[in-house]
């Protein structure tokens, strides 16, 4: 069934007709066409809140997974697609487990050094896995104390969109976000042909900026973040006292 999103074929065929390259470019053109779609898919990802002034994180870029732990396993590589944590590691809420505490890996190590134990995981911490170029970076996520069974832990993430490749694929943000990707793309081939910021550079910010409220909006539409203030952790367990550093994610 048709819908209104827009495929990666409509928007590198729309900037190739826009820069002059018509509907049927050469390979060369073909292949600067989707470069320019994959510069200004990557503006759109990333964009500047005009209100605040900071990088607003989509709503729609938002993952929930699930991290099973090994017995003696105390590091695990995270998806591979993961940016920046968005809710912290948890137990399942019917497991009686206290709160985990999201800390340092630095502290981590520190913890380790002093008291070598293995239980459920008391605290967390997120680190970059060793780099390989044909990945990028990565990252890990490391516990303490070292797991002593199969605990269920969940989070949430901001992802890593994959390029886009064949000329089906799909662009993340759904239908209200098609005609602002399509704009920002030609606002980088405006750039990019004309050597100037024009009508489709102010069209893309004002369609984003507008899809920015609303998903501020939308995310504000919560019951807010869940402590449970009764939860207190027993000292030997904190061979350290956390620091401002803590909680800090990459």
């Known amino acids: ?137 990565t990252y890990e996520v490391a516990f303490f104390e070292t797991p002593n069974a199969n605990y269920r832990l969940n989070y949430s993430y901001i992802f890593r969109p994959q390029q886009l490749s064949a000329t089906t694929d799909v662009f993340v943000g759904g239908d209200f976000a098609s005609e602002a990707i399509l704009e920002m793309c030609l606002a980088v081939a405006e750039q990019e042909r004309d050597d100037t910021v024009g009508l489709h550079t102010q069209l893309a910010d004002k369609l984003t900026a507008q899809l920015i409220i609303n998903d501020v909006v939308t995310k504000a539409d919560t019951v807010g973040k869940n402590i449970d203030t009764g939860v207190r952790y027993i000292e030997y367990l904190r061979p350290l006292p956390l620091t401002e550093t803590d909680n800090i994610y990459p």
Do not use: C
């Open 1 to 137: 069934m048709a819908d209104l999103r827009l495929t990666f074929s409509d928007v590198y065929t729309k900037v190739s007709e826009f820069i002059g390259w018509g509907t049927s470019p050469g390979a060369t053109n073909l292949a600067d066409a989707k470069a320019i779609v994959h510069r200004g898919y990557t503006r759109f990802l990333y964009p500047v809140n005009p209100t605040t002034g900071k990088l607003h994180t989509w709503s729609f870029l938002e993952k929930h997974s699930i991290s099973n732990t090994q017995s003696g396993e105390w590091i695990y590589s995270l998806p591979v697609d993961f940016q920046r944590l968005t809710i912290p590691f948890r137990h399942e809420v019917d497991s009686g487990y206290p709160r985990m505490v999201g800390t340092s890996f630095e502290r981590i190590q520190q913890m380790r050094a002093g008291v070598e134990s293995t239980n459920f995981p008391h605290f967390y911490a997120i680190k970059t896995a060793p780099y390989v170029k044909e990945v990028g970076t």
